[in-house]
């Protein structure tokens, strides 16, 4: 390998996120995965737990703390949310870190500890951590270290809604997310509620009230508000391996229109590869953006006067994880923004 490229290290690598990032980055002109880890499947070969990328040419699994760390440049961590902190903190200063868990989301360590269930173990770090919402924080994630790469579900949310805020266009405390998602949202690991007859033939609802992405929608839709804000937030389990859709319900601010909310995203994200916004009187499905970094949006009139309804969608998997975090390796690394990312969806 050409001895210029970014040295990528992976941990966590067996999991559907870290999957997703060797799928991607196997096809990055630009880098080199040089470390894999993944503890319970140490010393394996990369191709006994990815058959489906046999021809690319990847390193063994190894345990994280035998990486040779001089040897790296950039680090994924798709490891399990409170782990990272304390392995992340371990790193060597040299390392620029993109973090797929949510422990550098939440700038309110309290707020996090709420939420997860215990203190922040690596609060210096925190501080220093960029949020990597990459439409709307590109300047931040091309400087930072860390990047605390967001949620699915929260991706989906702010992507239509932060603009529309900033521009004064919809009442920002009278929001209503009703979000549905496929089932590899809740990880690779045996658990019951992702067993096949708990998922198939059915939809059901899950974390209602309680879901750990609502702080994530409101720290971000409270910053563009410039007050706090609270949100009305169900997510749903869909018998579906991959996909979010988002449908979200809004009230206009006085002398807002459907128009002007379809106008103000379309003129907000004109020049944005990965983010597109649909004409009038079309809707998006999960299936057009399936396998690909994209996100489709569009507006609809409410039956209810003064109100609309927004939808968004999204590969959880990519758009919602592993694609936005290599897309902000590339703005970090300065490599062209859409840089392995450029596939189109798979349809059907």
Same mark, same amino acid.
């Given at each position: 390998?050409?001895?210029?490229?970014?040295?990528?290290?992976?941990?966590?690598?067996?999991?559907?996120?870290?999957?997703?990032?060797?799928?991607? &980055?196997?096809?990055?002109?630009?880098?080199? +995965?040089? /470390?894999?880890?993944?503890?319970?499947? =140490? %010393?394996?070969? !990369?191709?006994?737990?990815?058959?489906?990328?046999?021809?690319?040419?990847?390193?063994?699994?190894?345990?994280?703390?035998?990486?040779?760390?001089?040897?790296?440049?950039?680090?994924?961590?798709?490891?399990?949310?409170?782990?990272?902190?304390?392995?992340?903190?371990?790193?060597?200063?040299?390392?620029?870190?993109?973090?797929?868990?949510?422990?550098?989301?939440?700038?309110?360590?309290?707020?996090?500890?709420?939420?997860?269930?215990?203190?922040?173990?690596?609060?210096?770090?925190?501080?220093?951590?960029?949020?990597?919402?990459?439409?709307?924080?590109?300047?931040?994630?091309?400087?930072?270290?860390?990047?605390?790469?967001?949620?699915?579900?929260?991706?989906?949310?702010?992507?239509?809604?932060?603009?529309?805020?900033?521009?004064? &266009?919809?009442?920002?405390?009278?929001?209503? +997310?009703? /979000?549905?998602?496929?089932?590899?949202? =809740? %990880?690779?690991? !045996?658990?019951?509620?992702?067993?096949?007859?708990?998922?198939?033939?059915?939809?059901?609802?899950?974390?209602?009230?309680?879901?750990?992405?609502?702080?994530?929608?409101?720290?971000?839709?409270?910053?563009?508000?410039?007050?706090?804000?609270?949100?009305?937030?169900?997510?749903?389990?869909?018998?579906?391996?991959?996909?979010?859709?988002?449908?979200?319900?809004?009230?206009?601010?006085?002398?807002?229109?459907?128009?002007?909310?379809?106008?103000?995203?379309?003129?907000?994200?004109?020049?944005?590869?990965?983010?597109?916004?649909?004409?009038?009187?079309?809707?998006?499905?999960?299936?057009?953006?399936?396998?690909?970094?994209?996100?489709?949006?569009?507006?609809?009139?409410?039956?209810?006067?003064?109100?609309?309804?927004?939808?968004?969608?999204?590969?959880?998997?990519?758009?919602?994880?592993?694609?936005?975090?290599?897309?902000?390796?590339?703005?970090?690394?300065?490599?062209?923004?859409?840089?392995?990312?450029?596939?189109?969806?798979?349809?059907?």
């Amino acid at each position: 390998m050409a001895s210029n490229k970014l040295r990528i290290a992976i941990l966590g690598a067996s999991g559907y996120t870290g999957a997703e990032l060797v799928r991607l &980055l196997s096809r990055h002109p630009h880098v080199q +995965i040089v /470390a894999l880890t993944a503890d319970r499947q =140490a %010393g394996k070969p !990369a191709s006994e737990v990815f058959p489906q990328l046999v021809l690319a040419d990847l390193p063994n699994l190894t345990k994280i703390d035998e990486v040779d760390w001089t040897g790296v440049d950039f680090v994924f961590c798709c490891l399990p949310h409170g782990l990272t902190q304390e392995v992340v903190a371990k790193l060597p200063a040299h390392l620029r870190i993109v973090d797929l868990s949510a422990d550098f989301r939440l700038t309110d360590l309290d707020a996090y500890a709420t939420w997860y269930g215990h203190a922040h173990l690596a609060p210096e770090l925190q501080k220093d951590a960029v949020y990597g919402l990459t439409e709307l924080n590109r300047d931040a994630v091309r400087k930072a270290r860390l990047v605390a790469n967001p949620g699915c579900y929260p991706t989906a949310a702010q992507l239509p809604l932060i603009p529309l805020i900033e521009a004064g &266009l919809i009442v920002a405390d009278d929001i209503i +997310i009703d /979000a549905k998602s496929g089932a590899s949202g =809740a %990880g690779r690991d !045996a658990k019951l509620g992702s067993l096949f007859a708990e998922v198939a033939d059915g939809i059901h609802a899950y974390g209602v009230a309680s879901h750990r992405h609502a702080p994530e929608i409101e720290q971000g839709l409270s910053e563009a508000a410039g007050k706090p804000i609270i949100v009305n937030f169900t997510p749903h389990l869909m018998p579906m391996s991959r996909g979010i859709l988002a449908t979200i319900y809004v009230k206009l601010a006085p002398g807002a229109t459907v128009d002007k909310l379809r106008a103000a995203l379309a003129d907000r994200y004109r020049d944005e590869y990965f983010v597109k916004v649909l004409p009038n009187g079309t809707a998006p499905a999960t299936r057009h953006v399936r396998g690909s970094n994209f996100v489709i949006m569009s507006v609809h009139a409410d039956r209810v006067p003064g109100r609309a309804i927004l939808m968004a969608v999204e590969d959880n998997l990519v758009k919602g994880a592993s694609g936005q975090a290599v897309q902000n390796m590339n703005v970090m690394a300065g490599f062209a923004e859409e840089t392995a990312l450029e596939q189109l969806p798979l349809f059907p």
